[in-house]
Antibody
Framework: QVHLVESGGGVVQPGRSLRLSCAAS????????LHWVRQAPGKGLEWLAF????????QYADSVKGRFIISRDSSRNTLYLQMSSLRVEDTAVYYC??????????????WGQGTLVIVSS | QSVLTQPPSVSGAPGQRVTISCTGS?????????VHWYQQLPGTAPKLLIH???NRPSGVPDRFSGSKSGTSASLAITGLQAEDDADYYC???????????FGGGTKLTVL
């Protein structure tokens, strides 16, 4: 059974850094690309970052490019999001999600439960 | 402002049929990149509902169906049930942005 469990959220001051983790289980970690998606309170979903199955490729949304870094550790089956220069508008629930190849396209097939990040002074 | 445009809300009585539209452009839906739909129940993580424009993952009732034409896609829900009361999001890939994009979400209210 696929499980994605995020952790590392909390309250942080503007300008500071925070690292989120996503522990994966129930599947071969190195077979799948992974993403981070966030949802601000009362708002919609926003894609943030992608990392390929082999960690060779990363892509970022413009809103976080240069501030956030996505990485993965296959020895720990864990996905990370290093967030720096945090802003109030980064306040959101952060989800990790697995990209699944489904019938010729790729969709976010599995999601974690999310971890809440609050950026506030 | 989301790259993919959805109506903020739709509603319907139990048993009725509703549709949710998702309008994009030539760099995403019209490229053509596949459209996927997600259901988010209150207080929970999103769940994949439709993938590859029209396909239902196992376990998703056939009351849910997806379609796509040109730069738009639609999600149809027939035989509305109380448990369908949720937020629905369309999602695709945008070649111009080189990134994945979501619609702004549609709140479905079952009356």
């Amino acid at each position: 059974q696929v499980h994605l469990v995020e952790s590392g959220g909390g309250v942080v001051q503007p300008g500071r850094s925070l690292r989120l983790s996503c522990a994966a289980s129930g599947f071969t970690f190195t077979d799948y690309a992974l993403h981070w998606v966030r949802q601000a309170p009362g708002k919609g979903l926003e894609w943030l970052a992608f990392i390929s199955y082999d960690a060779v490729r990363q892509q970022y949304a413009d809103s976080v490019k240069g501030r956030f870094i996505i990485s993965r550790d296959s020895s720990r089956n864990t996905l990370y999001l290093q967030m720096s220069s945090l802003r109030v508008e980064d306040t959101a629930v952060y989800y990790c999600t697995r990209e699944d190849p489904l019938g010729g396209s790729y969709a976010f097939g599995y999601w974690g439960q999310g971890t809440l990040v609050i950026v506030s002074s | 402002q989301s790259v993919l445009t959805q109506p903020p809300s739709v509603s319907g009585a139990p048993g009725q049929r509703v549709t949710i539209s998702c309008t994009g452009s030539s760099s995403n839906i019209g490229a053509p990149h596949a459209v996927h739909w997600y259901q988010q129940l209150p207080g929970t993580a999103p769940k994949l509902l439709i993938h590859g424009n029209t396909n239902r993952p196992s376990g998703v009732p056939d009351r849910f169906s997806g379609s796509k034409s040109g730069t738009s896609a639609s999600l149809a829900i027939t035989g509305l049930q109380a448990e369908d009361d949720a937020d629905y999001y369309c999602q695709s890939y945008d070649s111009s942005l080189s990134g994945w994009v979501f619609g702004g979400g549609t709140k479905l209210t079952v009356l």
